[in-house]
């Protein structure tokens, strides 16, 4: 398994400025994945981080909007720039570990004013 | 295009019930299939997950049902406790591509 730490937990935002999630995975993986989940709602991909390259992004999401990191195997960060209200939600870590299976962190719950 | 159908939305069960929660998929490469739970505030967290080529798994209260031939797959838990309270989603997964279903809303009435 993996255990995946995320922060911060939660965090309230002015409309316009950025934010930087960090996500932490406790063993080296080779994929790891940004996802946003709407209170109630599905799981969304926003983009799979590539470690040493650029991230691979899901139609409706882009580079300029979601800029991702991957400095290493057990490491990630994904910013949420110019945030509007409509960003407000939770944005989930995972990784892959252990045969075809995701493990997620516990979120970060984002809310812009 | 939605590549896991989740059902039913949401699901009242009564202490002691069972609680039956079914997935249906199209992509036949599919060659993982793991359900995750979902308790408020908290990431989504492995429960139990199973591969095509058996028909059953069982840990505990919970139980996978696989059928190949029709493309469906569903999570029964067992004696359902108000602690089961939560979202579930199944997942269907083939190179490192992960497919999730809408969830489902479980609630347990003591």
């Known amino acids: 398994s993996a255990v995946i730490s995320q922060k911060p937990s939660r965090d309230i935002c002015q409309r316009g400025t950025s934010l930087t999630i960090q996500c932490q995975v406790d063993?080296?993986?080779?994929?790891m994945f940004w996802y946003r989940q709407q209170p109630g709602q599905s799981l969304t991909l926003i983009a799979t981080?590539?470690?040493?390259?650029?991230?691979?992004?899901e139609s409706g999401f882009v580079i300029d909007k979601f800029p991702i990191s991957r400095p290493n195997l057990t490491f990630s960060t994904l910013t949420v720039s110019n945030m509007s209200p409509e960003d407000s939600s939770i944005y989930l870590c995972?990784?892959?570990?252990?045969?075809?299976?995701?493990?997620f962190g516990e979120g970060s719950w984002l809310t812009v004013v | 295009q939605q590549q896991v159908k989740q059902s039913p939305q949401s699901l009242i069960v009564q202490k002691g019930g069972i609680s039956i929660i079914n997935c249906a998929y199209e992509?036949?490469?599919?060659?993982?299939f793991p359900w995750y739970q979902q308790f408020p505030g908290k990431g989504p967290a492995l429960l139990i997950a199973?591969?095509?080529?058996?028909s059953e798994k069982k840990e505990g209260r919970f139980t996978i049902s696989f059928n190949k031939s029709a493309k469906q797959f569903s999570l029964h838990i067992m004696d359902s406790q108000p602690g089961d309270s939560a979202t579930y989603f199944c997942?269907?997964?083939?190179?490192?591509?992960?497919?999730f279903g809408t969830g489902t809303s479980l609630t347990v009435i003591p």
């Open positions: 995972s990784a892959e570990a252990s045969g075809n299976t995701i493990y």
């Open positions: 063993s080296q993986v080779t994929m």
């Open positions: 981080a590539n470690q040493g390259s650029e991230a691979t992004y």
């Open positions: 992509n036949t490469a599919f060659d993982y």
């Open positions: 199973i591969r095509p080529d058996v």
């Open positions: 997942a269907a997964t083939a190179s490192n591509q992960f497919y």
